[in-house]
């Protein structure tokens, strides 16, 4: 869970898709020490069921702001993987009153679009079998609406709006478990804010759908096809869980995304945008009456849903080792994976621990026996992988230095976790994983915009942001035998997926 | 937080009677904002007797402090052959140990306290910068200046710095986009020692001495800026810092490296990579911090390419045209002079489409400006209103403050930045436009798979030199 290290961030890059540019912003899941953030939160809830957090913060006229939506890519149905990735794109396509010169006339032209789209896509899908020149009227029809439409539009409105009245960091990622949008702005623009959220919130419009859906199919080449480490971790996903969602990958599979569905984006976004399903987090220069009085006259309005009882499958105890080879034209490399539960498990917070012992800073276990020693050039752990509302993984990663193998590395990183298993990890070093835990959770909430990702995490994900003050406790009671004992009962030959990328001969 | 609860209830009644009427009609637009005041703190200077200049700013919210010495130092004083020596010299000053402790105690002693250090090492300049909790910082601030003042550079940390960088060396291969940016340095840079860049061959000869000697022409108080913040009275960190780095008393040091030769003429680069995705990055040498051009030069690149999802070429060629997602350009102004460039990762198919799109829009900027004004006030209200943002942190001012005088530039340079924003006008842009967008001193490369372009380079045009570039070529 903790610190700011190397390899987390290519882990985290693979958990949250950014939309605007290649920027992640990484959430880290730490909770806090020795700021008292249980007197700093302030909590309210409006009728709709919508969330709202605050902390004043007033050292400079700025505020962060996050929307986080309790939903992401395990809520998709198989068939239709990219969806909640996609939904993120199209809600940077503006509104009914945003991004439009006629809404009325630009509605008519977008019906058209819906239907010619959906008649194509109907026909393509049939592979071998589409009739030709029925594609071909098609998506000249299309293209032809599309300019058409493009007359009513005004691109980029909502981008426009939020950079000239000095918005930074604008974002918004979408993970597993979780979607969020972000911005920073000046403290006095925060009705900016609540004008055009509680707008998509209500009625976005799905402009250009088809040609964003070429510009994710570009992103997937970018960031996965183009990129062996991630594309290795996509592998290592679908063999580590056999049923359950964690084993598709966020940005969807390629054939998924060519027919990425504007209908069932359309009720995707309908289902878990809604407000009982959403937290508002507010960090910075701000008075929490006048954030309410704005909150609750933009926000207050849009209606609850009925959030459907998810049907996750849940994932088959693992009996027996799985491995995967990927087979590229990249230098080799490693991630070893062990099935283990989730927060607000007791055992997640073991592993929050072991997961320091092993990598945390230059005295961690693995560090020593591999990056020290000159056979890994990196190597990382992550608990909690790909996300954190359902059982997840602990993952260890790393690159061999030629001319060592992914072979050694292994034999090297279940030697440290043998140890793990047999000896009690020294109470000097316990403590040591323990201060560098706190100190970690102090340095991500040092800014607005990582205490803000924090507090809409926690949320989310354990149903209540006071997670985070309950974890210094469950820290403190972590043992040396509970380290034995989760290091015995997850981290076992029978529990792990290993992929392994191999250089193309 | 029961009292919160009931609060928010009482607007619940309250609003629900009189508000969204208004709210669902308000143009964006005509939103109306309280004024925003704010007049930054201002970080305190001291100077110490040997010259070191500190710059510093209490910050109290949590209890953390951070601390960074910038030297200057950086691949710019690479010897000829031993490219690299700058920064193994930085990641050893780090890892190998000084005179009272060595490599292993002092990380045993940081990671126990949950300390950090680390160190950065770019072309003329060098970072070392510590994050430590405030119940700590006499622990932490004597292994900071023990690390800057006393290192040893062992041996064996010194053979395993080179082992993981050669090894990461190696690895850029395995990145499209790392590739394409080293040789995109070495072409802006070509002719200067910012363009070389350093190999496995040039790693393999370092020696230890060479660190000890770098070192010792670098590391000297009067090239040493130091910047802190957080939780810390200022008398105190001013006692302490004159305790510990007092004493170290070397005089001289390097003077600031002269800026890279003009770079005349143009060229297209093609470096062969058999990857799903090209990288195009076209160069241009562009006005510094100390140029009257550098604020119609900001505005000029933000519209063309960094300002987001409105800017010229994020619209054409990831919105309009749909070939890449990302695209746009950027802007790295040094103190005397500095580099733009416009990039897009396109499918290997629309390479030569997406290059023609950037080409044209950067040759219609350089010919005719930028007209309209409409694009000129949203770029100046962009820039204007994110600058609260260069003061969002203590921390950040701090840092700054500190890189103006570092960079020799005057310390009311951000204070005169929003005016001198406000000044540009649409002449402006088009001098700047056309004295910097010229094709004649224009590079452009690109890296990908030629056989998969559906057109071909030369019908870009053959008023460039093309020439083959393999992907590990060193130097």
Known sequence: MASEKNLRHILLEYLVIACLASFFLCITLSPCFAYDLKDKVKEFTLKNGLKVLIVERHASPTVSLYISHETGAVDEEDGHTGTAHFLEHMMFKGTETIGTKNFEEEKRILRKIHDAGNALDAELIKGEGADVRKTENLRKQLEILQREAGKWSIPNEIDRLYTEKGGGDLNAFTGQDLTSYHVSLPSNRIELWARIESDRMTSPVFREFYSERNVVMQERKQTVESNPGRKLMEQFLAAAFMAHPYRRPVLGWAPDMRFLNIDYTKEFFRTYYAPNNTTITIVGDVSPEEVMKIIKRYFGRIPSQKIPIRRVTEEPVQSGERRVKLVSDASPSLIIGYHKPTLPSFDDCVFDVIDTILSGGRTSRLFKALVEKGIAVDVNTSNGYPGARYPNLFVVSAEPVSPHTCGELEEAIYKELDILKKEPVKPEELEKVKNQLKADILRSISTNSGLAGMLSYYEAVTGSWQYITKFPDLLEKVSQEDIMTAAEKYLEPRNRTVAELVRKK | ?475
């Open chain 2, 1 to 475: 937080m029961k009292r919160y609860i009931v609060y928010a209830a009482v607007f619940i009644v309250f609003l629900s009677s009189c508000a969204w009427h208004g709210a669902s009609v308000t143009d964006p637009d005509d939103i109306v904002y309280a004024p925003l005041r704010f007049e930054p703190p201002k970080a305190q200077r001291v100077k110490l007797e040997n010259g070191i200049i500190l710059y510093m700013l209490e910050d109290h919210e949590i209890p953390l402090v951070n601390i960074s010495a910038v030297i200057r130092m950086g691949s710019f004083y690479d010897p000829p052959g031993k490219e690299g020596l700058a920064e193994i010299t930085g990641t050893v000053l780090r890892t190998g140990g000084t005179k009272s402790m060595t490599s292993s105690q002092i990380d045993e002693e940081l990671d126990f306290i949950a300390g950090k250090i680390t160190v950065s090492v770019g072309t003329d300049s060098c970072t070392l910068s510590m994050s430590i909790l405030e119940k700590d910082i006499d622990k932490g601030l004597q292994i900071f200046f023990d690390i800057l003042t006393n290192p040893v550079f062992s041996e064996e940390k010194m053979e395993t710095a080179k082992v993981l960088k050669i090894e990461a060396l190696e690895r850029i291969s395995d990145n499209p986009q790392k590739i394409a940016f080293r040789e995109f340095r070495r072409l802006m840079y070509h002719g200067d020692p910012r363009g070389k860049l350093s190999s496995v061959e040039s790693i393999g000869k370092i020696e230890r001495d060479d660190l000890v000697k770098f070192y010792k022409r670098f590391f000297r108080p009067r090239s040493v800026m130091i910047a802190l913040s957080g939780d810390i009275e200022e008398k105190d960190a001013v006692r302490k810092l004159k305790n510990s780095l007092g004493k170290w008393d070397i005089s001289g040091g390097p003077g600031k490296p002269p800026p890279p030769p003009i770079r005349v003429g143009s060229s297209l680069t093609y470096i062969h990579k058999d990857t799903p995705q090209s990288v195009i990055i076209i160069g241009q040498p562009a006005p510094g911090k100390k140029s009257p051009d550098y604020y119609a030069f900001e505005i000029l690149d933000f519209i063309t390419g960094s300002g987001g999802f409105r800017s010229r070429i994020f619209a054409e060629v990831r919105n309009r045209m749909g070939l890449a997602y990302s695209a746009g350009s950027f802007y790295s102004p040094r103190t005397e002079y500095g580099i733009f460039g416009a990039y897009a990762m396109a499918k290997d198919s629309s390479t030569v489409d997406a290059l023609s799109a950037i080409t044209k829009i950067l040759d219609n900027v350089k010919d005719r400006g930028v007209e309209s004004g409409g694009e000129l006030a949203w770029a100046k209200e962009s820039i204007v209103n994110n600058f609260i943002f260069s003061f969002a942190t203590p921390n950040r001012i701090v840092t700054r403050q500190m890189m103006l005088e570092f960079d020799g530039l005057p310390d009311n340079f951000l204070k005169k930045y929003k005016d001198n924003i406000e000044m540009v006008g649409l002449d402006d842009l088009r001098y700047v436009a056309a004295r910097y967008l010229s094709g004649e001193s224009r590079i452009v490369l690109v890296l990908g798979n030629k056989e998969k372009f559906s057109k071909p380079l030369s019908s870009f045009g053959d008023f460039y030199m093309e020439k083959n570039s393999t992907e590990n070529r060193e130097n």
